[in-house]
């Protein structure tokens, strides 16, 4: 006997594969061109980039905000998920730290600060529970290399979302062809900077993801 609910749930039709392919190429091409030139592009941009027509992009995102809302959550669980793992794959906390760093990179982590500002509304109850796994997981990698004696202790989580930000987006509107090819490079020596014992002593104060969130 069928009751009402597997009536209902058989009701519910199945994404066909090739329009969720679809849809995972337009968040991809969202996610490298709004890195590239800001939550302002075009969409019809986005959907050149996709490989899709307009018609496509909008069946799956009905607005802008959609479309961004989509690729900030793409991009948070994806990098939050990476952390997760360095941290349970690595003994050495500081080589955790650096996997962590390269990787977010290539997940494209410098959408985020264009896009968490303005009119976006970055509280939405779909981004909150991302953000703060993505937030405790990144404050772990540090703690856990702090303790470690491995990374220095003048800098805080802000510092290191901040740099991530700056080095992994181009530099407005800089003629510079292919710059992403350098990204990892400038890094690395980001890191070597974060090593214990410091080198240098820091001006001002450590950045903190309060001052993030409140422009401070």
Do not use: K, W
């Not at 980039?49 to 905000?65: E, K, M, Q």
């Amino acid at each position: 006997m069928t009751t009402a609910a597997e009536s209902d749930t058989r009701r519910v039709p199945r994404p066909r594969a090739d329009a969720l392919r679809n849809r995972e190429r337009i968040v991809a091409a969202a996610r490298e061109i709004l890195v590239e030139s800001g939550p302002d592009v075009p969409l019809d941009e986005i959907a050149r980039r996709a490989g899709v027509g307009n018609a496509t992009l909008y069946r799956h995102f009905p607005d802008r905000s959609a479309l961004i809302l989509d690729v900030v959550h793409s991009v948070m669980a994806r990098t939050a998920d990476q952390a997760e793992r360095f941290a349970a794959e690595e003994s050495d906390a500081f080589v955790a730290l650096s996997r962590f760093v390269h990787a977010a990179a290539d997940e494209r982590i410098g959408a985020l600060c264009p896009l968490l500002s303005g009119s976006f509304n970055s509280e939405l109850p779909q981004l909150h529970a991302e953000r703060e796994r993505l937030e405790l997981a990144v404050e772990g990698l540090m703690e856990q290399a702090r303790v470690a004696g491995r990374l220095r202790t003048d800098v805080a989580v802000g510092d290191l979302m901040v740099a991530l930000s700056q080095l992994t987006r181009p530099l407005p509107g800089t003629g510079c062809l292919n710059i992403d090819r350098f990204t990892h490079r400038h890094l690395q020596l980001f890191l070597d900077g974060l090593e214990a014992p410091a080198r240098s002593e820091l001006p001002g104060a450590a950045a903190t993801l309060e001052d993030l969130r409140h422009g401070r």
